[in-house]
Every structure is written in structure tokens, then in C-alpha cells.
């Protein structure tokens, strides 16, 4: 099946930081992504929608000057959390629609 | 919101068949019924889709009444490694229609 994949996998920033989470889709185009943030033993929460060539579209009650995403090209969607604080630590997933949505490994971030 | 309920965990035996059940009763004519399961600290991994019709993969099978008011996932001879969260949704044929998870069905394979 298609392959979407996240990078990095996990990371440590400190407090008051910006951090950058790519999702890449490896082997198809894809015009829409998705990303989501799952806090321990909660299931995932959409935060927004990310449109290659547009604005994202962000969810209620996601902050979109936090939160920016950027899909400057079909095979690649970044999310920078900016000002990180402790509260952000969570678990970011996107996913990518190709014949089926498929999903990328996560990316681990706590912030310290 | 989620539009479907599913119990918040289940066991199941090594070796048995694995049932989970998923009802949602507000379903509309164009939405299929997907299934997907999340392996601890991992990203979610598709498993099947139906429409109305009974569908089986080498993974599992889905059931679907009559009715599409609710449905059943099969793992027919469920392994440790089937230990997860297990989403049903429901969502409608457009491929870029964004995807709402609901709280799932945390299994826990017994040895």
C-alpha cells in the first residue's frame, strides 16, 4: 500500500522553542493531508486540514498562529508548532488520501 | 463528533475469533463503514471497508446488518499482535474528506 511517512519520530525541545514535524507521502501525490494530536490514552483529534497551494483549514479551538502548516508541494505537508510549552507534548500524526488514507508512524514531541 | 459508539475494551483469547462490534445508527446512504486499528505509539493501519455488503481481506472480515445500523469486525484467529485500538467510522465516499475518530475498542489479546 501507499506509504506515508513522518520525520522525526520523536522529539525533545525546550520550552519557548519552534519545532517542525514533515510528513512526506513517499509514493503518490496528495493534494490533502491531514494532521492530528493524540494525548495518552485519547484517541486522535483532528487539528487541520492542509491543502497543497492553500491555507489549511484548522478545526475549532485550534490556534492556526501556533499550529502552522504549510503544503508547499503534493508529496510534502509541514507542521511547526511555535512557542512550544509543556502543554504541547503529545503525539502528531498526519495522514495522506491516495486510494485510501494512510496514516504516518507519528511523531512524539515533549516539550521540557 | 464520531458517529459511531463501540464498547471501550474487549478481550479475547489467543487463538479465538476476535468480534467487535460498532453501531451506528445515524449512517447515511453514501457513507461507508471503515475499520482501523492503532498499535501502541504507532500511527493507525487500515484493516477493511464496506458499503453494505459482507467484505473480507487477509486481515479480517466485516459484517454489516441489513439495516447498516451497525457492524462487526472479525479477527478470525487473533494473535498477541493483535492487541490495539480499534476504530469504526463511518464517512462518505469522497476520498479527501477528512476522517473523525471516535474513542475505539481497546483489545487486549489474552495468552
Known amino acids: 500500500g501507499a506509504v506515508v511517512s513522518q520525520h522525526p519520530s520523536r522529539v525533545i525541545c525546550k520550552s519557548g522553542t519552534s519545532v517542525k514535524i514533515e510528513c512526506r507521502s513517499l509514493?503518490?501525490?496528495?493534494?490533502?493531508m491531514f494532521w492530528y494530536r493524540q494525548f495518552p490514552k485519547q484517541s486522535l483529534m483532528l487539528m487541520a486540514t492542509s491543502n497543497e497551494g492553500s491555507k489549511a483549514t484548522y478545526e475549532q479551538g485550534v490556534e492556526k498562529d501556533k499550529f502552522l502548516i504549510n503544503h508547499a508541494s503534493l508529496t510534502l505537508s509541514t507542521l511547526t508548532v511555535t512557542s512550544a510549552h509543556p502543554e504541547d507534548s503529545s503525539f502528531y500524526i498526519c495522514?495522506?488520501?491516495?486510494?485510501?488514507?494512510?496514516f504516518g508512524q507519528g511523531t512524539r514531541l515533549t516539550v521540557v | 463528533d464520531a458517529k459511531t459508539t463501540q464498547p471501550p475494551s474487549m478481550d479475547c483469547a489467543e487463538g479465538r475469533a476476535a468480534n467487535l462490534p460498532c453501531n451506528h445508527s445515524t449512517i447515511s446512504g453514501n457513507e461507508y463503514v471503515y475499520w482501523y486499528r492503532q498499535i501502541h505509539s504507532q500511527g493507525p493501519q487500515y484493516i477493511i471497508h464496506g458499503l453494505k455488503n459482507n467484505e473480507t481481506n487477509e486481515m479480517a472480515s466485516l459484517i454489516i446488518t441489513e439495516d447498516r445500523k451497525s457492524s462487526t469486525l472479525i479477527l478470525p484467529h487473533a494473535t498477541l499482535r493483535d492487541t490495539a485500538v480499534y476504530y469504526c467510522i463511518v464517512r462518505p465516499t469522497n476520498r479527501d474528506d477528512k476522517i473523525i475518530f471516535g474513542k475505539g475498542t481497546r483489545l487486549h489479546i489474552l495468552p
Open positions: 495522514s495522506a488520501q491516495d486510494v485510501g488514507t494512510f
Open positions: 509514493d503518490f501525490q496528495a493534494t490533502t
